[in-house]
């Protein structure tokens, strides 16, 4: 079965990088897409980014200076940077595996980070 | 950026109702390749999301067949046929047809 788990630290200052690690197992992150997707408090959901299976990368315009999201294979880890963190970006976050006929298929359990000093 | 519109935003219903949600494109989500990438998605309570439909109307494995979509280019709609009290939840419409992939703003379903 395929599982998803996300980690880091819950709390980040303002100004600072977030830094979280989502865990596979049950299947190779060489096949399909993997991505971070965050809820903000409320209901609002918002699409990050992704790693593809070759290793290349696709991020949300709004975030594009901001974000960078690698991954290590021999872990079968990928991994979810985020730069110069303010309040807004306090949200709960979730890695997921993206395939292109079925979407996000599997989901961590997420992480909820706030940013604060 | 393509903006999803669901309604309504919050629906009670009673256990065994007919519901429906909608949701609405800005534009087209009709892919070149002819497919059409609306799918969607229950977070229940202190839970992930969970895929329910994909590609408008293909009920992802494991998931009753009460629930349903419909639809076509900008308007679409998911059916619970028969509402039962682990439905309740967070309602999402989610597209990836055009990049930036987005999200619709919710419909929560709860229990009248």
Same mark, same amino acid.
């Given at each position: 079965?395929?599982?998803?788990?996300?980690? *880091? /630290? *819950?709390?980040?200052? /303002?100004?600072?990088?977030?830094?979280?690690?989502?865990?596979?197992?049950?299947?190779?992150?060489?096949?399909?897409?993997? *991505?971070?997707?965050? $809820?903000? /408090?409320?209901?609002?959901?918002?699409?990050?980014?992704?790693?593809?299976?070759?290793?290349?990368?696709?991020?949300? /315009?709004?975030?594009?200076?901001?974000?960078?999201?690698? @991954?290590?294979?021999? $872990?079968?880890?990928?991994?979810?940077?985020?730069?110069?963190?303010?309040?807004?970006?306090?949200?709960?976050?979730?890695?997921?595996?993206? @395939? *292109?006929?079925?979407?996000?298929?599997?989901?961590?359990?997420?992480?909820?980070?706030?940013?604060?000093? | 950026?393509?903006?999803?519109?669901?309604?309504?935003?919050?629906?009670? =219903?009673?256990?065994?109702?007919?519901?429906?949600?909608?949701?609405?494109? &800005?534009? &087209? !989500?009709?892919?070149?390749?002819?497919?059409?990438?609306?799918?969607? !998605?229950?977070?229940?309570?202190?839970?992930?999301?969970? +895929?329910?439909?994909? +590609?408008?109307?293909?009920?992802?494995?494991?998931?009753?067949?009460?629930?349903?979509? &419909?639809?076509?280019?900008?308007?679409?709609? +998911?059916?619970?046929?028969?509402?039962? =009290?682990?439905?309740?939840?967070?309602?999402?419409?989610?597209?990836?047809?055009? =990049?930036?992939?987005?999200?619709?703003?919710?419909?929560?379903?709860?229990?009248?």
């Amino acid at each position: 079965e395929v599982q998803l788990q996300e980690s *880091g /630290p *819950g709390l980040v200052k /303002p100004s600072q990088s977030l830094s979280l690690t989502c865990s596979v197992t049950g299947y190779s992150i060489t096949s399909n897409y993997w *991505g971070w997707i965050r $809820k903000f /408090p409320g209901n609002k959901m918002e699409w990050m980014g992704y790693i593809s299976y070759s290793g290349s990368t696709s991020y949300n /315009p709004s975030l594009k200076s901001r974000i960078s999201i690698t @991954r290590d294979t021999s $872990k079968n880890q990928f991994f979810l940077q985020l730069n110069s963190v303010t309040t807004e970006d306090t949200a709960t976050y979730y890695c997921a595996r993206y @395939r *292109g006929i079925t979407g996000f298929d599997y989901w961590g359990q997420g992480v909820m980070v706030t940013v604060s000093s | 950026d393509v903006v999803l519109t669901q309604t309504p935003p919050t629906l009670s =219903a009673t256990i065994g109702q007919s519901v429906s949600i909608s949701c609405r494109s &800005s534009q &087209s !989500l009709l892919h070149s390749n002819g497919n059409t990438y609306l799918n969607w !998605l229950l977070q229940r309570p202190g839970q992930p999301p969970q +895929l329910l439909i994909y +590609l408008v109307s293909r009920l992802e494995s494991g998931v009753p067949n009460r629930f349903s979509g &419909s639809g076509s280019g900008t308007d679409f709609t +998911l059916k619970i046929s028969g509402v039962e =009290a682990e439905d309740l939840g967070v309602y999402y419409c989610v597209q990836s047809t055009h =990049a930036p992939w987005t999200f619709g703003g919710g419909t929560k379903l709860e229990l009248k």
